[in-house]
């Protein structure tokens, strides 16, 4: 074990996977998470890694990006992935999870750890010396927040992130949906559908471009993230635009009918006891009471009963680009790196796959060795390139990993979409095998 702990402050999904990819390799970690000493807008327990958004971890496909960015990962020992499909619950071809089984995996790994040190407190400032991670997340506290910037030098950004509501499944009318996965994914019923017609479309696009929402306060501006949007602002754009988004009904035929709806509103299954359902898309931030009148409009939800609301909440990042290395250090104090959605990248895969980049790092940093860059060709290389490779002076927002983020390194084009993406599939998974081959084994420094 190393002498002196890296200091992890947070214990999100990046902090996690952080301080496990450092005690896996036998250096001493110093985790701070300030919860349940200091709450957050979104948070309920005290758990590492607790998932406020979503329980989703989106495609588990490996010829889809995030898919691949799993694969990557587990090629890599994660803990959150590992975690995650001991949690899993059926969602089609995505990867889904119970949020509570979830929590306490990750949490009771590290706690078991004897190379880790929790720490209950809330990090106002800096440490002055050692090295530092720095995986606040979005919901990063106030008194941390304007320390980064002062470290900075500059004002942080900022954008909109929102919640969909969470539904009691005693409450509802399942006689009125269907059991249906959308072209037959995953075991070909994972979803529970609700089916509209296009008058009750129609009802429902009204209701929700004349519902009351929480206001913005004046020195507030209304940034979404745009893989996120709330309900109210998709709706907004369009009246069409839900059905031929996650209201879609194409792959999803009535059995009752045999015809294909004018609109579906989905439920995923929220935890193991199938005790709570998930309206996939509907993050809003409309009104509590304008939740329960609008939402339970939506046939088989007219009794629904709430076991969380939607709502929307500020997500803080940094200008990576101007700050931050390929191996997400700050430029100008290397001992310092930042780690998860601070640092622009969106999505809970994501973030995780930051935190374990920046464990891997410093690992070699300490084990005496030049860390060595994930190659771009990979889905996490390509993320450590987006947050540091870009002109400072550029316009810089979060984003999730894609393909078009992925160095494609074949010197012969190929035309068939399926097979490049295969091939850039295979290049990435040898290519993070033989980094980790690289970056593995300790190096001992002669005396």
């Known amino acids: 074990m190393n002498s002196e702990p890296v200091t992890v402050v947070g214990a999100g999904l990046a902090g996690s996977e952080c301080a496990w990819q450092l005690a896996r390799r036998g250096h001493g970690v110093r985790l701070f998470e300030m919860r349940p000493r200091v709450s957050t807008s979104v948070h309920r327990t005290d758990k590492f890694a607790e998932l406020v958004c979503s329980n989703s971890f989106r ?60 720490v209950r407190e809330e990090v106002r400032e800096i440490p002055r010396a050692g090295h530092v991670v720095l995986a606040t997340g979005p919901l990063t506290s106030a008194a941390l927040d304007a320390e980064i910037g002062r470290l900075l030098g500059t004002s942080d950004l900022y954008f909109y992130d929102s919640i969909a509501p969470v539904v009691v499944a005693e409450s509802l009318d399942f006689s009125k949906m269907y059991a249906m996965s959308r072209y037959g994914k995953g075991a070909g019923d994972d979803y529970w559908n609700c089916p509209l017609s296009r008058e009750q479309y129609e009802e429902l696009m009204t209701d929700l471009l004349s519902g009351e929402t929480v206001p913005m306060h004046d020195f507030e501006k209304g940034i979404y993230f745009e893989g996120c949007l709330p309900i109210e602002v998709m709706a907004e754009r369009g009246r069409e635009t839900l059905r031929h988004g996650p209201m879609k009904p194409m792959g999803l035929p009535d059995p009752a009918t045999g015809r294909i709806p004018w609109a579906v509103v989905q439920l995923r299954q929220d935890d193991l006891a199938k005790e709570h359902y998930n309206l996939v898309g509907f993050q809003t931030k409309l009104k509590i009471p304008e939740q329960q009148r609008i939402f339970r409009r939506i046939p088989g939800l007219e009794n629904a009963a709430f076991a969380r609301y939607g709502m929307l909440h500020r997500n803080t990042y940094i200008h990576a680009p101007a700050h931050l290395d390929r191996l997400w250090r700050l430029r100008r104090e290397p001992r310092i790196s930042f780690a998860g959605q601070i640092t622009g990248v969106e999505g809970y895969v994501e973030s995780a796959a930051t935190g374990l980049a920046v464990g891997r790092t410093i690992a070699q940093t300490l084990e005496g060795r030049e860390p060595l860059e994930i190659p771009a060709t990979t889905a996490i290389g390509s993320l450590a390139r987006h947050c540091s490779d870009r002109p400072p002076a550029e316009k810089f927002e979060p984003m999730n990993v894609t393909f078009g983020l992925i160095e494609d390194s074949s010197h012969s084009p190929i035309r068939d979409k399926a097979e490049r993406r295969r091939r850039m599939v295979d290049r990435a998974l040898t290519a993070i095998r033989d980094w980790r081959e690289l970056t593995s084994a300790p190096v001992v420094v002669a005396g």
């Open 59 to 118: 495609s588990d496909n490996p010829l889809n990006a995030v898919g691949l960015l799993k694969r990557e990962m587990e090629e890599l020992d994660s803990l959150i992935v590992r975690s995650a499909r001991q949690a899993a619950l059926p969602a089609g071809d995505a990867l889904a999870m119970d949020r509570d089984v979830f929590a306490r995996a990750v949490t009771s790994a590290l706690s078991a750890m004897p190379e880790v040190e929790v």
